[in-house]
């Protein structure tokens, strides 16, 4: 007698054939239907402590695999601690699946007082995602899946969430999953690309502004950028898009006031894939422009938001790029910034007004990039040494450096290199936090221990939320809940089964890190910001 499988085992069998091989949760009860089926489907599954480290872990998946990160949550709570890393990953762009339980179908909206319920928890993550929606039925659930490929395949990539009443898991599906064809990224206009192409041409003094959406054209911008001689300023988000020695190359300083100065002098901007939002600005109001402006996005809201453009062209970007570069034609040598000495100039100027603490930032970011190999990677959290890092870590390339900068949320950094590091095993991994975020999900210090993870946990300490104190120390305000008391760190990842280490030099440093990437399990580093061998 043949048992028909239920929906939850379905569901399993339908990730993998739409490419799924991992997924990050936590069992409960309401989701034991859905683990049925998770080893037969051939997914692995990552055990997290905490829901908001699953999520986080999704991202950072998502972010080094380019492939959507998915977590298995259950209802209420589940949801709710993972709203965090869920609302991350929207606002930097990050497809993300989540599934989780929801209460029985008729139990929805009833508020009977049921385990973990909310009355209507599709709204509750609602803003957070590009759609949340409840599954009434198995058919439903594989149209919603599809629907969620779709969008990750051919939009702006955000976060869908997928709740499954318990009833409808635990419904025989005898339906065999497929994968749905899915849509391909729209292509540019080509009077758009001529148009661009056209002011291009004319520039005297180029620059192009590559955002987070840019990331997959890099090879592209750089093309264009020596054909046209323009000056490239990534965002945070951005960072290494164009390598940071590369001639053209201003760094990761769009929020400073010397290269907006700059910005300003260009005659034709390209801003390619980026919101131009407060993150990357820090000031008040829009970036100041002298000249013509040409956008490229995937969403055509951000086409139209606060600037007036001159060509808005909604596309893929590296068919974009590649598109208005191959309209440009050939182009005369020695044009552009090429030969000028003005980036070089202007680099050094950025770099003259570093204060004494960011300049100790530099001097440890240095050795970090001197320890780890080029394709290793920096997961970032929110802390002062890494606010000088998106400006001044030497980056190579994409991908190398990656910070939550949008949403900005502390205890990011760990569990997404940890999600960053299983989905490229073998890729040498930091997670750089400080010690106030690291308290928020220290906790998944136990799955990299249970992963076998070789991730160098580095510890930038100076017992307080420094960031916050000195605005408050800024504004003369009494410096009230930042200077928190610590706990033994060290002991703390020695609980958890992590070897330590808190190197007396730089030298040490670097030896400590090499030491972490060639070891089967996490090392967690502490430099404290008073060590006297600083400089």
């Not at 609980?495 to 090392?523: I, K, N, V």
Request: hydrophobic letters at 45%.
């Amino acid at each position: 007698m043949t048992t028909v499988p239920s929906c939850g085992t379905q569901l399993m069998h339908l990730l993998h054939a739409y490419g799924v091989d991992t997924v990050f949760g936590m069992p409960g009860v309401h989701t034991l239907e859905a683990y049925r089926g998770i080893e037969a489907a051939g997914i692995r599954h990552v055990g997290i402590r905490h829901e908001q480290g699953a999520g986080f872990m999704a991202d950072g998946y998502a972010r080094i695999s380019g492939r959507p990160g998915v977590c298995l949550l259950i209802s209420g709570p589940g949801v709710t601690n993972a709203a965090t890393p869920i609302g991350q990953a929207y606002s930097d762009s990050q497809p993300m699946l989540v599934l989780s339980s929801v209460a029985a179908t008729e139990d929805l909206g009833m508020g009977r007082g049921r385990l973990h319920e909310i009355t209507d928890q599709a709204r509750v993550t609602e803003p957070l995602t590009a759609f949340s929606a409840v599954a009434h039925s198995p058919a439903q659930l594989r149209e919603l899946v599809a629907r969620a490929f779709a969008i990750f395949a051919s939009q702006r990539p955000r976060p869908v969430h997928i709740s499954i009443p318990l009833d409808v898991l635990k419904m025989p599906d005898p339906e065999a999953p497929r994968r749905r064809q899915v849509p391909a990224l729209p292509q540019p206009d080509p009077a758009a690309v001529e148009a661009a192409a056209g002011l291009l041409r004319g520039a005297r003094r180029p620059l192009i502004i590559a955002g987070g959406g840019g990331i997959g054209a890099a090879a592209e911008i750089v093309a264009l950028a020596e054909a046209i001689g323009a000056a490239v300023v990534p965002t945070i988000a951005a960072k290494g898009v164009i390598p940071d020695s590369h001639p053209l190359a201003l760094e990761a300083t769009l929020e400073r006031p010397q290269t907006q100065a700059f910005v300003e002098t260009a005659d034709v901007v390209l801003a390619i894939g980026t919101e131009l939002a407060e993150p990357d600005l820090w000031r008040e109001g829009p970036l100041a422009l002298g000249g013509r402006l040409i956008r490229i996005d995937l969403d055509p809201a951000a086409l139209t938001r606060e600037y007036d453009v001159d060509v808005p062209i909604l596309g893929d970007a590296r068919a974009t790029v590649a598109a208005i570069r191959a309209a440009l034609g050939p182009t005369e040598p020695g044009r552009g910034f090429h030969g000028t000495g003005e980036i070089a100039a202007q680099r050094a100027r950025e770099r003259a007004t570093l204060t004494p603490l960011e300049r100790k930032h530099v001097a440890v970011l240095e050795a970090l990039r001197r320890a780890l190999p080029p394709e290793g990677v920096v997961f970032a959290d929110m802390t002062q040494i890494v606010y000088t890092g998106y400006c001044y870590y030497p980056c190579p390339a994409p991908k190398r450096w990656i910070f939550p900068a949008g949403y900005g949320t502390l205890g990011f950094a760990l569990p997404a290199a940890i999600g960053g590091q299983i989905a490229a095993p073998g890729q040498p991994t930091v997670a750089l936090v400080g010690d106030g975020g690291f308290l928020f999900t220290l906790q998944e210090l136990g799955t990299a221990v249970e992963q076998k993870l070789p991730l160098a946990v580095v510890l930038w300490n100076n017992d307080s939320l420094a960031q916050i104190r000195d605005g408050m120390t800024a504004r003369g305000i009494p410096t009230i809940g930042v200077n928190q008391r610590n706990p033994d760190y060290l002991k703390l990842a020695e609980a958890f089964g992590c070897r330590t280490a808190r190197p007396e030099g730089l030298a040490a440093f670097e030896r400590s890190l090499s030491e972490a990437f060639a070891t089967d399990g996490p090392t967690v580093i502490e430099l404290r910001e008073d060590a006297p061998f600083l400089p």
